[in-house]
């Protein structure tokens, strides 16, 4: 649902003309009628004033307004198509489609035989966790070291400068997922 059609419901429950609302919250009735028509979304003030002149509270406005239809995402194998290089041995292979609409941006990176991935640094905020897959490569963060084999897992600061190596003779493979997701 949107929030526009959800104020119409919440201002018609209280028996309220558009006019009405817009001398009560002091919102232009323009506003308020591009707001009902999903034409622009308004404000957190106007949404508080809005509120407070219907006798509601901000959480009644914003209940359901969630898309569902975002809630579930499946993609088979064979539609994985977004794939980018980290370097001429390293590969980054995204698990869900449209990664900035989500909170959480699964990836699977797959490194060579002693291949390594750039070196990378999320602003701040941005976290990290990896599983590992297959093989083992060794994790650098700051100035730590991580050596991860099949079955382990790393959680950590993604603003801390960090790269992958495999050190080993087979491709590593690993699950990652960040948050939130980072370009």
Do not use: W
């Amino acid at each position: 649902m949107k929030i526009g059609k959800r104020l119409r419901e919440i201002r018609k429950e209280k028996d309220m003309t558009l006019e009405e609302l817009s001398e009560k919250s002091g919102v232009a009735l323009a506003t308020l009628s591009r707001m009902e028509n999903d034409k622009m979304t308004g404000t957190l003030n106007s949404h508080t004033r809005i509120c407070k002149a219907l006798g509601t509270s901000i959480a009644a406005l914003y209940r359901e307004l969630e898309d569902r239809s975002k809630t579930v995402e499946a993609v088979p194998k064979r539609k994985r198509t977004e794939h980018f290089m980290r370097s001429s041995k390293a590969r980054y292979e995204l698990l869900v489609t449209k990664t900035l609409d989500k909170k959480i941006m699964p990836l699977i990176i797959r490194i060579a035989s002693q291949g390594k991935t750039l070196r990378e640094q999320n602003k701040p905020g941005v976290e990290k966790f990896i599983y590992m897959l297959e093989g083992a490569f060794e994790a650098v963060i700051g100035n730590e070291s991580y050596t991860l084999k099949r079955g382990d897992s790393l959680y950590f600061d993604a603003s801390l400068p960090h790269t992958f190596k495999n050190k080993s003779k087979t491709e590593a493979k690993a699950i990652c997922a960040v948050s939130p997701p980072a370009v």
